[in-house]
């Protein structure tokens, strides 16, 4: 089983929706959850991060999380051509530093 | 001001050769990662290093080393280049224990 899963996509949504990427992890003790994007040929950008169960929300974007469930999703709002990208999401083992990716849910925004 | 810069940004050469990537932090970050992005974009770590404990990924073959002269610099040496070992490899770096990491722009390596 792999430590972190995402849904490959692609996942196509028009310009202006809401676009919702989810992710599931495996170790139960995983404490940090971080959502990146990376477009082609480029590096991952830190988008959200977040600890505690419950919603945060930074501008457009909103990061949810479930430790009981073992599931962290992200939510892009007025999705705009610019988001298309990859996202990773990304979780940090109990008592290590790095981090376990999923393979990334590649989004297209459709003007 | 970058703050996680890695060079070359691209390395191209042959089987068998001996090559190094450099990296570097000027976040004050304590801990530096190296990662391997392999051609279906799944991103691994490879190693974590601080000026206390390197951790390294047991499936890294000992071909990989790092190499750290200073908390801001984690150099990646590779000896006996292999056709697998093509790739993107991003450098990162991270402040204490669960915060975020920030990734260098990565350094396309492809063997001939």
């Known amino acids: 089983q792999k430590e972190v899963e995402q849904n490959s996509g692609p996942l196509s949504v028009p310009e202006g929706a809401i676009a919702s990427l989810n992710c599931t992890y495996s170790?139960?003790?995983?404490?940090?959850f971080f959502w990146y994007r990376q477009y082609s040929g480029k590096s991952p950008e830190l988008i959200m991060f977040?600890?505690?169960?419950g919603d945060k929300e930074d501008g457009r974007f909103t990061a949810q999380l479930n430790k009981a469930s073992q599931y962290v999703s992200l939510l892009i709002r007025d999705s705009q051509p610019s988001d298309s990208a990859t996202y990773l999401c990304?979780?940090?083992?109990?008592?290590?530093?790095?981090?376990?990716f999923g393979t990334g849910t590649r989004l297209t925004v459709i003007p | 001001d970058t703050a996680v810069s890695q060079t070359p940004k691209y390395l191209v050469t042959q089987m068998g050769n001996d090559k190094s990537i450099k990296c570097e932090q000027n976040?004050?970050?304590?801990?530096m990662y190296w990662y391997k992005q392999d051609s279906k974009k799944f991103l691994k770590i490879m190693f974590s290093?601080?000026?206390?404990?390197?951790?390294i990924n047991e499936t890294v073959p000992n071909r990989f080393s790092p190499k750290s002269p200073d908390k801001a610099h984690l150099n990646l040496h590779i000896n006996s280049l292999e056709l697998g070992d093509s790739a993107v490899y991003f450098c990162?770096?991270?402040?204490?224990?669960?915060?975020?990491?920030?990734f260098g722009d990565g350094t396309r390596l492809s063997i001939l």
């Open positions: 990162a770096s991270g402040g204490r224990e669960n915060q975020p990491q920030h």
């Open positions: 170790d139960r003790g995983s404490q940090s």
């Open positions: 977040i600890y505690s169960n």
């Open positions: 990304a979780v940090t083992p109990p008592g290590a530093n790095n981090l376990f």
């Open positions: 976040l004050g970050h304590d801990t």
């Open positions: 290093y601080n000026n206390k404990e390197l951790i």
